[in-house]
């Protein structure tokens, strides 16, 4: 899978966000090591912090099917302006991949592509909690 493949996936995902508040609608789309693919939106809620992250949402999805061998993460969000992971999605994405790739899109598909470790200085995992 390209690197624009996934990024596409992204924007796909993203029709189906639910951002009745923000307006701000985000897809993701995450590449595991066989070339599966898993994919999400973010979901708010009239209780902000009962939302979701597209990522976390596609990360999730991913890890209740068992999946921890992820490589390459798009996110694409719905203005001129690149998308990046929240501080919260890079913390949740760094417990299970803390080399990954991430390909950070605009609503047209053009995008740049960053290291999470780069995206999340001094990240942390279990192992820091010994």
């Not at 001129?80 to 990954?100: D, H, I, N, V």
Request: glycine share 10%; charged share 15%; hydrophobic share 45%.
């Amino acid at each position: 899978m390209t690197d624009q493949e996934l990024v596409r996936m992204a924007l796909e995902a993203r029709a189906q966000a639910y951002a009745p508040y923000s307006g701000f609608a985000v897809g993701a789309a995450i590449l595991c090591s066989d070339g599966a693919v898993y994919t999400g939106c973010n979901i708010e809620n009239a209780s902000y912090p009962c939302g979701i992250c597209a990522e976390r949402v596609a990360a999730s999805k991913a890890l209740s099917e068992g999946r921890r061998d992820f490589s390459i993460l798009a996110v694409a969000g719905s203005s001129a302006a690149l998308c990046t992971p929240c501080g919260l999605c890079r913390q949740f994405l760094c417990e299970f991949a803390p080399g990954l790739r991430v390909l950070c899109a605009n609503q047209a598909g053009a995008f740049e592509e960053h290291m999470l470790s780069e995206l999340l200085a001094a990240g942390f995992d279990g192992a820091s909690m010994a």
